[in-house]
């Protein structure tokens, strides 16, 4: 079964640091460009990092420099760290799989279900 599980959400202060996982089974992360996107209520999906092995990761410039994108293909799992966290970084995080090198929403094959970040005081 084909299928992409994120753990490793949570509650956090702002300015702490939180790593996401995501497990890909029935499939190999090496076979596509893998991503992070999130959500916050009311917002429309939006695409944060972007990974492959050969090229450098892409990054929205909301978390440019504060996430960083990497992942492990003998464990066929991608993370998200995520340092300095805003309370505007507050979003459900889905893990995803394309086929097109970009961060938008209409190309991707493959979606999780998804991991609740929430920063606040």
């Known amino acids: 079964q084909v299928q992409l599980v994120e753990s490793g959400g949570g509650a956090v202060q702002p300015g702490g640091s939180l790593r996401l996982s995501c497990v890909a089974s029935?499939?190999?992360?090496?076979?596509?460009?893998m991503a992070w996107f999130r959500q916050a209520p009311g917002k429309e999906r939006e695409g944060i990092a972007l990974?492959?092995?050969?090229?450098?990761?892409m990054y929205a410039e909301s978390v440019k420099g504060r996430f960083t994108i990497s992942s492990d293909g003998n464990a066929n799992t991608l993370y998200l760290q995520m340092n300095s966290l805003k309370p505007e970084d507050t979003a459900m995080y889905y893990c995803?799989?394309?086929?097109?090198?970009?961060?938008?929403?209409?190309?991707?094959?493959?979606w999780g279900r998804g991991t609740q970040v929430t920063v606040s005081a």
């Open positions: 995803a799989a394309t086929h097109h090198w970009s961060l938008t929403t209409e190309h991707v094959k493959i």
């Open positions: 990974f492959n092995r050969f090229d450098r990761p």
């Open positions: 029935g499939f190999s992360v090496t076979d596509y460009y």
